[in-house]
């Protein structure tokens, strides 16, 4: 039958789009329900369809201030981790020394290590020295655990540069740094733009650690659970929604960008 045929011949392409619409669905639902004006606490069934959220998204009692407290922190954890990763991971790709292989299989522990297990530890650490839980605790502790993610993405952009590029840069004159930046720098932006980018989403996003470590201080996935406990506000999936479209776009413009540079190298 033909339509049998076709469907083999686009089995991969079909299996693709619906897993990407299954992962898409959710992020829909936060959109739909971002407009809706709920009689009761709890934002769940659809009643009617209104623009008072998106009118005042910060309509909710702190909801903006736990808001501005995640992107800071997401934003000073990926400053870190992507300075911090970025040198680790030159300096495992680029020079031998003892230990190196130790070190590369540790990188990936908090990658592989449960959550929980890292958030009970870096409590342990921060009570024992006697440290005061609050936003200083919560940025040393997603620096760490974003670390290894940046590493991960920028290991993986040095491993694949050519040494040769910066062998004939410095052939032409090229002093250390002027090679660093003007070669390899450019060559290796697109894996760190890649560790930033992931750091930043896994910061913000981030609950276990930071409620073990957060002592009164509140982020914004913290404020969304203890709003889910008492009463869904509609302006959660008005911020929601907002920060989808914002990282859409982000991605929509490094591929603009991206074939712009192919169409203009060729």
């Known amino acids: 039958m033909p339509v049998l045929r076709w469907i083999r011949r686009n089995v991969v392409v079909i299996a693709g789009l619906l897993t990407l619409a299954y992962l898409i669905l959710p992020n829909v639902v936060v959109m739909v329900f971002s407009f809706n004006k709920p009689k009761g606490r709890f934002n769940y069934a659809?009643?009617?369809?209104?623009l008072d959220a998106w009118k005042d998204p910060c309509g909710v009692a702190d909801m903006c201030g736990s808001l501005s407290l995640?992107?800071?922190?997401?934003?000073?954890?990926?400053?870190?981790?992507?300075?911090?990763?970025?040198?680790i991971s030159f300096a495992l790709v680029r020079y031998r020394f003892r230990a190196r292989g130790a070190i590369n299989s540790l990188?990936?522990?908090?990658?592989?290590?449960?959550?929980?297990?890292?958030?009970?530890?870096?409590?342990?650490?921060?009570?024992?020295?006697?440290?005061q839980l609050g936003f200083w605790t919560i940025l040393i502790a997603h620096i760490m655990f974003c670390l290894?993610?940046?590493?991960?993405?920028?290991?993986?952009?040095?491993?694949?540069?050519?040494?040769?590029?910066e062998e004939a840069a410095r052939d032409l004159y090229a002093g250390p740094a002027q090679t660093f930046l003007r070669v390899t720098l450019p060559i290796a932006a697109p894996g760190i733009a890649a560790g930033a980018l992931l750091a930043f989403a896994l910061s913000f996003d981030d609950f276990i650690?930071?409620?073990?470590?957060?002592?009164?201080?509140?982020?914004?996935?913290?404020?969304?659970?203890?709003?889910?406990?008492?009463?869904?506000?509609?302006?959660?999936?008005?911020?929601?929604?907002?920060?989808?479209?914002?990282?859409?776009?982000?991605?929509v413009a490094g591929q603009l960008?991206?074939?712009?540079?192919?169409?203009?190298?060729?």
């Not at 960008?257 to 060729?266: E, F, L, Q, V």
């Open 46 to 50: 659809w009643q009617h369809f209104s």
């Open 148 to 165: 290894s993610f940046v590493v991960t993405a920028v290991k993986a952009r040095v491993m694949s540069m050519d040494p040769r590029l």
């Open 209 to 251: 650690i930071t409620n073990f470590n957060a002592g009164s201080t509140v982020t914004f996935p913290m404020f969304v659970w203890g709003s889910a406990q008492r009463g869904t506000p509609v302006q959660i999936n008005v911020i929601g929604t907002a920060m989808f479209i914002i990282a859409v776009l982000v991605v």
């Open 257 to 266: 960008i991206a074939n712009r540079r192919k169409n203009s190298a060729r």
């Open 107 to 131: 990188i990936f522990l908090p990658m592989a290590m449960p959550e929980v297990v890292m958030a009970a530890s870096l409590l342990t650490l921060f009570l024992n020295m006697g440290a």
């Open 70 to 87: 995640s992107l800071q922190i997401a934003a000073w954890a990926t400053l870190g981790a992507t300075v911090l990763g970025t040198m």
